[in-house]
């Protein structure tokens, strides 16, 4: 069945260091993107790509970087995390062609940092 | 500034009730509404959508209804089930634009 993963599930990491987080889908989608959950705040967009080689950056796109190399993968990565940057994180993927196809959301990586 | 609005943070109903959950928009550009669910641990799964061309969709227990002139939606389940127990968001997006701005969510509670 196709699906989308994200790892790690869980990451402790200090602050100032790089954190890069994977995500992984096999459904062929063109569309991905990044989100962040937090209290009080839903769902807010961080960066997203379109297809290979395309990125945008999103609502909270500050401190966060994307590279798209194929269409299964879209790493997010951190440049130095923060404290601010403690969130649970969600990779979604669409079909896109902006016909309104819903998106299918990844598991989770929740991202403490100290 | 928010352009999915959800103002109840949390609502709990009583299981074989109806539950009514409240979205206002604020960005009339927006022509597609879907709202996701998501269980704590996992991520939001879709749930029903809508476009700005109808009024009313309904798939099983779930309604959504569209009201355009006041910028309103609102999802009902009915009738309430404890596996309905999650967070509800709704959200958005504009004409041949794949990005979806989200609605900050509703806790649902459905009491035994």
């Known amino acids: 069945d196709a699906e989308i993963t994200q790892s790690p599930r869980h990451k402790i990491t200090e602050t100032g260091r790089q954190v890069t987080l994977a995500c992984h889908q096999t459904?062929?989608?063109?569309?991905m993107f990044w989100y962040r959950q937090d209290l009080g705040h839903g769902l807010r967009l961080i960066h997203y790509?379109?297809?290979?080689?395309?990125?945008n950056k999103g609502e909270v796109s500050d401190g966060y970087s994307v590279s798209r190399s194929n269409t299964e993968d879209l790493p997010l990565t951190l440049e130095s995390a923060a404290s601010s940057q403690t969130s649970v994180y969600f990779c979604?993927?669409?079909?896109?062609?902006?016909?309104?196809?819903?998106?299918?959301f990844g598991p989770g990586t929740r991202l403490t940092v100290t | 500034d928010q352009q999915v609005k959800q103002n109840s943070p949390s609502l709990s109903v009583q299981e074989g009730r109806i539950s009514i959950l409240n979205c206002d928009y604020t960005?009339?550009?927006?022509?597609?509404f879907l709202w996701y669910k998501k269980y704590p641990a996992e991520g939001p799964t879709f749930l029903i959508s809508?476009?700005?061309?109808?009024d009313k969709n309904e798939d099983g227990r779930f309604t959504v209804f569209l009201n355009k002139s006041a910028k309103h939606l609102s999802l009902h389940i009915v009738p309430s089930q404890p596996g309905d127990s999650a967070v509800y968001f709704c959200?958005?997006?504009?004409?041949?634009?794949?990005?979806?701005?989200f609605g900050k969510g509703t806790r649902l509670h459905i009491l035994p």
């Open positions: 960005n009339s550009m927006f022509d597609y």
């Open positions: 809508i476009s700005s061309i109808k």
């Open positions: 979604a993927s669409s079909e896109g062609g902006g016909l309104h196809y819903e998106q299918y």
């Open positions: 790509s379109y297809g290979v080689q395309d990125t």
């Open positions: 459904w062929n989608h063109n569309n």
């Open positions: 959200a958005a997006s504009m004409n041949r634009d794949d990005k979806i701005i």
